[in-house]
C-alpha cells in the first residue's frame, strides 16, 4: 500500500458527460500528480500541482481540468467525455518538486465510457 | 518530449534471472525508475537510479546503468511466479516549474513454474 488513495475505483458514464476523480496524497507530500494509461497511449502524464499551484502540464485535453485544495487532495475533472478518454487514471505523490522525488502511486480509477 | 524504450515481453522459468532492459534519451542528470504493475493493480515502486550511479542493488534486485549507450536494465535474481507482471521503466525530468516521468511502454514478464 503506497498510502495515496482514490476514488472511486470504477467509473462507468456515457459519451458526453462529466465526472471527478479523487486522491489523497501520502501524508506529508505536497506534490499531486495525474496520469491516464491507455492501451493505445501507455502511461501518459497529465498534469503536477504542488502546495495548491499548478507546476507542470503534459498532453492534458481542454477537456480535462484539475485543483487540489487547501487540504492537499486533488480532483481531477473530466467533462464532455469521448469513447476514447477510457482508460485507468492514476494519481501519484511526492514530498517536493524536483526529478530527484520519488513518486508513489494511488491504485487508480479505472473509466469506462460507453 | 522523451523518449524511453522497453522490450514488450520477456518469458523466464522459475529460479533463473530475468533481465529487463530499457532506453532512454535524456542526455543531463536524471533519475530512473523501475515500477511493477500486476493485473488490475496500481504502480509499485520497485526501485531508482541517479544517472550518475553504475549500479545499485537491492535484495533479489540489481539495477544497472551503462550512461553512454543510456541503457537501464533491471536483473531480478531468483525469479518467482509472483514477479510475473509488467514492469515500467520511467525517466525523471523537469517541465516548467514541477517534474514528471515519462515511462516506456511496459515490459510483460511472465514465469514459468
Known amino acids: 500500500d503506497s498510502g495515496v488513495t482514490q476514488t472511486p475505483k470504477h467509473l462507468i458514464t456515457a459519451t458526453g458527460q462529466r465526472v471527478t476523480l479523487r486522491c489523497s496524497p501520502r501524508?506529508?507530500?505536497?506534490?499531486v500528480y495525474w496520469y491516464q494509461q491507455s492501451l493505445d497511449q501507455g502511461l501518459q502524464f497529465l498534469i503536477q500541482?504542488?502546495?495548491?499551484?499548478?507546476?507542470a502540464k503534459g498532453n492534458i485535453l481542454e477537456r480535462f481540468s484539475a485543483q487540489q485544495f487547501p487540504d492537499l487532495h486533488s480532483e481531477l475533472n473530466l467533462s464532455s467525455l469521448e469513447l476514447g478518454d477510457s482508460a485507468l487514471y492514476f494519481c501519484?505523490?511526492?514530498?517536493?518538486?524536483?526529478?530527484?522525488?520519488?513518486?508513489?502511486f494511488g491504485p487508480g480509477t479505472r473509466l469506462l465510457v460507453l | 518530449g522523451e523518449d524511453v524504450e522497453q522490450s514488450l515481453f520477456l518469458s523466464v522459468r522459475e529460479g533463473d534471472s530475468s533481465v529487463i532492459n530499457c532506453t532512454y534519451t535524456?542526455?543531463?542528470?536524471?533519475?530512473l525508475y523501475w515500477y511493477k504493475q500486476e493485473p488490475g493493480a496500481g504502480l509499485q515502486l520497485l526501485t531508482y537510479?541517479?544517472?550518475?550511479?553504475d549500479m545499485k542493488q537491492d535484495q533479489r534486485l540489481t539495477v544497472l546503468l551503462n550512461k553512454k549507450d543510456k541503457h537501464l536494465s533491471l536483473r531480478i535474481a531468483d525469479t518467482q511466479t509472483g514477479d510475473s507482471a509488467i514492469y515500467f521503466c520511467?525517466?525523471?525530468?523537469?517541465?516548467?516549474?514541477?517534474?514528471?516521468?515519462?515511462f516506456g511502454g511496459g515490459t510483460r514478464l511472465m514465469v514459468k513454474p
Open positions: 501519484a505523490s511526492s514530498r517536493g518538486t524536483g526529478i530527484q522525488e520519488t513518486q508513489y
Open positions: 501524508s506529508g507530500d505536497l506534490s
Open positions: 500541482y504542488y502546495n495548491g499551484e499548478e507546476r
Open positions: 535524456d542526455s543531463s542528470s536524471t533519475y
Open positions: 537510479i541517479f544517472s550518475n550511479m
Open positions: 520511467a525517466e525523471s525530468y523537469r517541465n516548467n516549474a514541477g517534474n514528471m516521468l515519462t
